[in-house]
C-alpha cells in the first residue's frame, strides 16, 4: 500500500526505523535500541520513544492517501524504561472524522513489556502528497 511517510520521512531513516505493516487502520513500527537512541541512564530516550510512537500514527494515518494527516495533538505516558530493544509501535485507529483521526498508539521494547502509550489525533489537509 502507498505509504508517504515511508518514502518520504527523514528522521524515520535517521532513527533507523521499519514500517512493518501500515493499513489505514493500522501501523507496526520498529526501531533497534543502539547506543544513539538511549538517555543517559542506559535505557531507551523519551524522545526517541515519542519518535517512534508518533511515524506509527503517521504511517496509519497517511496510509493509502493522497492528501496529507499531520499532527494535532499527541500525549504519551511513560510507563516503563525501555532496556531491550528491538522497540515496537503499533498504532490502532479510534476514530476516524471527515477531517480529525484519532488513534492509540501502543510502545512495546524487545520482551513485549509495554513501555509507553499515547493517543495522538490527526488533521486531514488539503496538502497533495508528493509521489
Do not use: W
Amino acid at each position: 500500500m502507498k505509504n508517504y511517510v515511508e518514502k518520504h520521512d527523514k528522521l524515520l531513516r535517521h532513527l533507523q526505523m521499519t514500517i512493518e505493516t501500515a493499513t489505514p487502520d493500522y501501523a507496526r513500527v520498529t526501531m533497534p535500541l543502539t547506543e544513539n537512541h538511549k538517555n543517559g541512564m542506559g535505557c531507551a530516550h523519551g524522545g526517541a520513544i515519542f519518535s517512534l510512537a508518533d511515524v506509527a500514527f503517521g504511517a496509519a494515518a497517511n496510509a493509502g492517501k493522497d492528501m496529507g494527516v499531520v499532527s494535532l495533538s499527541t500525549t504519551i505516558e511513560f510507563l516503563r524504561p525501555g532496556t531491550c530493544g528491538p522497540l515496537a509501535a503499533e498504532s490502532y485507529v479510534v476514530r476516524k472524522g471527515q477531517r480529525i483521526q484519532s488513534f492509540t498508539v501502543k510502545v512495546f521494547d524487545g520482551t513485549g513489556e509495554l513501555i509507553a502509550q499515547c493517543m495522538a489525533s490527526g488533521y486531514q489537509t488539503d496538502i497533495l502528497l508528493p509521489d
